[in-house]
């Protein structure tokens, strides 16, 4: 098991530090790594071969020295000269932030797309820190960074890295085509798309669990939950349909984390998209967290990088139970719950619709009684609160989306 330190500059935090170094102990716990010491240092500009000063790098060698350390983690993301140099100093693997993001992810992926994803990260991630990591990677075989990429590749140049990655990406590109195709048969569904969104383990699995279970749909296709950073990576659709048969397709994805890594970022693009192409967006925030307000403005400005504009969005504020105060939501609309309480799900079930549904009418059809399956059609598929026959056929007042009020304007009656 990995012994850490950890180690936070305290450059333009905005009085943040104490968080960052918090999320990233968790980071580290993670993965599995036992966390001996944090050591912080205020500083006003990096030293391009250490980051921190001097003073500092050997105050954490006396830590290392008097412990069972055998690993030392950055807050802040290094350059390979710096990574080397601090390992002259220190005597011990010394990784970033970054890396340990990027080995959490690889550790995680599981299907052939978050691979690829993860793995062309890596590279692009070790491309300009060859020099540096090649020798950090040497230390420690099969420890932290070391997966995917690994050690082999790092002692080929630079211009047989780089024709991978574009092999890889051609790779990733034939799987996107894939997801493409299936977004397309779903828009021409015209059943509404929602994204969850937010923090890493926030409970986007466990709202889309929750609203499965509720709902008594697909519950055999329960995805995976549990109370860590990036518990999962892949993303996941699902179908839900309420008892007045309106109907959605939810989709589960990743969790994201402040500084979470650019590459990291654009290599998950493609999995993203499916948060570009939602008609709505669920922001689970984690309320039991002091910082959650930051939170939000991470995932709000992460949604921004991968070009989320003008998405509607609706914010459930999770885990009040666990909070001893008030909570005062400044988004909106929002609802305040416990995803672990069916009363919540079903305060956040009623937001959704009223939101998502929020343009449907309530109209009056006359239904020929020729056009039977027309009349089958709207039983199944929407909302009908009266249904009355007469000698023309069957009048029936039915909730009709903008698109279906065109579709069945023929047979509109009010």
Do not use: C, W
Not at 254 to 264: Q, R, W
Not at 283 to 304: A, G, M, R
Not at 375 to 391: A, G
């Amino acid at each position: 098991m990995n012994q850490a330190i950890l180690v936070g500059a305290d450059y333009k935090s905005n009085g943040l530090i104490d968080y960052y170094m918090e999320e990233l102990e968790n980071l580290a716990k993670a993965k599995n790594i036992e966390v001996l010491y944090v050591i912080t240092q205020a500083i006003s500009s990096i030293s391009a071969n250490l980051y921190i000063g001097s003073g500092k790098v050997k105050e954490i060698k006396t830590f290392v020295d008097n412990s069972e350390a055998n690993l030392v983690i950055f807050n802040n993301e290094l350059s390979g000269s710096q990574i080397r140099n601090l390992e002259k100093e220190l005597d011990v693997r010394v990784i970033d932030r970054t890396l340990l993001i990027l080995d959490i992810f690889a550790s995680r992926a599981k299907t052939k797309e978050a691979m690829l994803q993860v793995e062309i990260a890596q590279l692009e991630y070790m491309l300009p820190r060859l020099s540096g990591l090649s020798a950090s990677l040497g230390r420690q075989q099969g420890g932290i960074g070391s997966r995917g990429p690994g050690e082999k590749k790092l002692e080929l140049d630079k211009r047989r890295i780089e024709a991978e990655r574009i092999k890889l990406k051609k790779e990733l590109g034939e799987i996107v085509k894939a997801r493409k195709i299936q977004r397309k048969n779903r828009t021409k569904s015209q059943i509404k798309k929602v994204a969850i969104v937010g923090y890493t383990n926030a409970g986007k699995s466990t709202l889309l669990n929750a609203l499965m279970d509720y709902t008594k749909r697909e519950n055999n296709k329960q995805v995976y939950v549990k109370d860590m950073l990036f518990a999962t990576l892949e993303t996941s659709t699902r179908h839900i349909v309420l008892n007045n048969n309106k109907e959605f397709i939810v989709t589960d994805t990743v969790g994201f984390v402040s500084n979470l890594p650019h590459n990291l970022v654009e290599s998950f693009k493609s999995t993203l998209e499916e948060i570009t192409e939602a008609d709505f967006l669920v922001h689970v925030v984690d309320t039991s967290n002091p910082f959650y307000e930051n939170q939000i403005d991470v995932t709000n400005k992460t949604l921004e990088e991968i070009g989320v504009h003008n998405i509607p969005i609706i914010y459930i504020y999770n885990k009040f139970d666990l909070v001893d105060k008030i909570i005062n939501p400044l988004h909106f609309p929002s609802v305040i719950v416990s995803l672990l309480d069916p009363f919540g799900i079903k305060k956040v079930l009623d937001i959704i619709e009223s939101e998502i549904f929020k343009e449907y009418k309530l109209r009056k059809l006359l239904i020929p009684f020729n056009k039977g399956e027309i009349l089958s059609h709207l039983n199944e598929h929407n909302h009908i609160s009266k249904q009355l026959y007469t000698n023309e056929g069957t009048v029936i007042s039915v909730e009709l989306s903008p698109v279906e009020v065109i579709k069945y304007k023929e047979y509109l009656i009010a």
